[in-house]
């Protein structure tokens, strides 16, 4: 039997803190919550890890949250020896804030990057520290310092990061919303999740399902690391935090 869980993410990526009520514990100890603040792994970006308090005060931490039969089907893996929750029974769960903001700084600096690089995307991976975009670029001519500078400019401009939703007709009707080369957003819903960069998403729009920083401001000093050759016409860039390094 699938179950759907609320993604309270999906709509305030801020809310540190919330109830829930167990809806099922599958066969691998698996909990599946009526509603969740913990993203899933999905779209490059790893799931969230944190604590679910139980109504005594005894804690459950959550190793990794995984998505099920289908997206809304959020799993929260507890870590090893962990106590065996009961359907019905109601806790309180709390993500690991440090971590979440860090993703949510990464990712959100990840769409910034396909702004100064408007190519197909290949592939991407969002991590706390380190963070990867492929294009199917067949000739890089960029350098990481004039890469850098751009999406600095983009940073301090302070550009507002929010979602809207559209009709998966309006999405077929703008196919170029759509970055990914070889993956299409999840489809049958009749909606599609849509991140919007900058007043009436000027810099930026695209589907995604992520969680990301309210205002490109927060993602603070970012760089490019590397330019790497993967492939004829396969280019990865790589976004890491703080000032590009001195030669």
Known sequence: MAYSTEAVFRDDAYLRETA?????VNDRGGIILDRTIFYATSGGQPGDTGTMLREDGSPIAVAATITGEHKDEIIHVPGPDQPVVQVG???KLAIDWPRRLLLMRMHAACHLLTVVCPYPITGAAVGEDDSRVDFDIPDAGFTKEAVTEQLMELVRANHPIYTRWIAEEELAANPTLVKSKNVRPPSGTGRIRLVCIGDN???DSQPCGGTHV???VEIGEIHIAKIEKKGRENRRFRI????????
């Open 89 to 91: 029974e109601r806790l």
């Open 201 to 203: 998403a000027s810099v």
């Open 240 to 247: 890491r935090f703080g000032a590009m390094p001195a030669n």
């Open 20 to 24: 829930a009520r167990v809806l099922a």
């Open 214 to 216: 309210a205002r490109t």
